[in-house]
């Protein structure tokens, strides 16, 4: 079945940076389109970055544009998200996520907290 372990979360200082990282397996990895949606307290889940199987195409949550970029490594089942310029409103726990056989898929997701 679809795993998708995420990693890389924690607590940062306004302005800082953090690198996400979620390790994929029970499905043809570099087939699929991947994604990375964040979820804040109180707040519906929404999508934050997703790239194409091949990683030539990305999108981006307007908040985030240019201070996000996510990524991938097929070789090592895995996609990124590189985080800068951190503010208190991406506070939020970060999940990995994959539409595959008509079903999404989600990690059980990592925390980032945003906060002096």
């Known amino acids: 079945q679809v795993q998708l372990v995420e990693s890389g979360g924690g607590l940062v200082q306004p302005g800082g940076s953090l690198r996400l990282s979620c390790a994929a397996s029970g499905f043809p990895f570099s087939t699929y389109a991947m994604s990375w949606y964040r979820q804040a307290p109180g707040k519906e889940r929404e999508l934050v970055a997703s790239i194409t199987h091949t990683g030539v195409s990305t999108n981006y949550a307007d908040s985030v544009k240019g201070r996000f970029a996510i990524s991938r490594d097929n070789a090592k089942r895995t996609v990124y998200l590189q985080m800068n310029s951190l503010k208190s409103e991406d506070s939020a726990v970060y999940y990995c996520?994959?539409?595959?056989?008509?079903?999404?898929?989600w990690g059980q997701g990592t925390e980032v907290t945003v906060s002096s």
């Open positions: 996520s994959v539409l595959y056989s008509i079903r999404r898929s």
